[in-house]
């Protein structure tokens, strides 16, 4: 017996459930282990042990951001292919984002109070660019990700480097987040101008500074 098409309702149960899942579960489910698992946990200061907290919660935040901007995206996606491409990429996200959970529970800390918040600007900003086009759409993934590389490799220098378990996690959070940006082009992602890039940074740059500390 063939499953019957999801009807719009379906679809919106489906989204709410995604979006209560990803801001609110501290450890969603991981299709891969994570990269912190094969390294031995060192002792940190009390101040190290903070910073890199505020890092990782960074990065746990930037993973429900990308998994919200993926859902709204796919949510309006015209091509098939692209909407199931989108959704591929969601899945790795999902990985980031438990293993940053993870990782934050290790060092005695929380995701950000305002994940909520960060998830539904994500999902309008993923959904109005998937109105206007799918090619619009993948240029912000192209864009969004390139920004997401050069900012983990940031982080790589400013962890602490006793933190070896964070840094296993950030590197293979860049090397997937690099991939997928370079699938987003090679799909026919368009490159996005020049001011819209602008925003997009100064977005990201303040949404790190508030989820650093909270």
Not at 9 to 15: G, K, N, P, T
Not at 88 to 107: N, P, S, V
Not at 117 to 127: Q, T, V
Not at 169 to 195: C, F, N, T, W, Y
């Amino acid at each position: 017996m063939m499953p019957r098409p999801l009807s719009r309702f379906d679809r919106i149960l489906v989204e709410i459930e995604r979006a209560l899942g990803t801001a609110l579960d501290p450890r969603p489910a991981a299709s891969r282990p994570s990269p912190a698992r094969a390294v031995d946990e060192q002792a940190l200061e009390e101040p190290e042990r903070r910073h890199a907290a505020g890092l990782m919660r960074v990065n746990h935040v930037g993973e429900v951001c990308a998994q919200a901007l993926y859902s709204g995206q796919a949510a309006v996606a015209r091509d098939p292919k692209i909407r199931h491409q989108l959704l591929e990429a969601a899945a790795e996200e999902t990985d980031h984002l438990a293993w940053c959970g993870e990782r934050l529970q290790q060092l005695g800390d929380r995701p950000s109070l305002l994940n909520p918040l960060w998830y539904g600007g994500a999902y309008a900003i993923g959904a109005a660019a998937g109105l206007v086009s799918d090619r619009l759409s993948l240029g912000f993934v192209v864009e969004t990700e390139r920004q997401v590389e050069a900012h983990l490799e940031g982080h790589l220098s400013k962890l602490p480097q006793a933190d070896q378990r964070s840094r296993a996690i950030v590197s293979q959070m860049k090397q997937d987040e690099a991939r997928h940006a370079d699938q987003a082009l090679a799909a026919g992602g368009v490159v996005l101008p020049d001011p819209v890039k602008g925003a997009m940074r100064l977005a990201a740059n303040l949404m790190r500074a508030v989820a650093y500390r909270m």
